[in-house]
């Protein structure tokens, strides 16, 4: 399957997830919420891991670079990023909150401007130009 694809597909599957998480949150703490999701996520790893050993043999044998990298990716954004995202969905519309949440590519974009020297194009400007508009817009 293409990478566009997949793109398409990740972009169904997580504008699913708040509509869900936005209901559970209703009578929940944030941060409590945070907690029972990442059950979710735990329990999603396992039954991935049962249908595919290969994938825990190449887990095994990660470096620790790797591992650091990667745990503080899901320290980040799982925990983090969903505290300050549950906080923001509780009380705020789900039509303004996940566009404006899902700005996280142009952080992503600067920072690799800055460290992996990824280019800046007229048409990369003028996605960023559209992505700070709409956030005006919604705000």
Request: charged share 10%; hydrophobic share 60%.
């Amino acid at each position: 399957m293409k990478p566009f694809y997949f793109a398409i597909l990740a972009a169904v599957v997580w504008g699913i997830a708040p509509i869900l998480e936005k209901t559970g949150l209703g009578r929940i703490e944030p941060m409590a919420g945070v907690i029972i999701r990442s059950f979710g996520v735990l329990l999603g790893a396992i039954v991935l891991a049962l249908f595919n050993s290969n994938i825990i043999k190449v887990a095994l044998r990660a470096d620790q670079k790797t591992i650091i990298f990667l745990v503080l990716g899901g320290i980040i954004a799982s925990i983090l990023g969903q505290i300050f995202f549950y906080n923001a969905l509780k009380t705020g519309e789900v039509s303004k909150m996940v566009p404006i949440a899902a700005t996280y590519p142009l952080v992503s974009f600067l920072l690799g401007l800055l460290f992996f020297g990824e280019s800046l194009t007229v048409a990369k400007g003028l996605g960023i130009g559209f992505v700070i508009l709409g956030v005006f817009f919604l705000r």
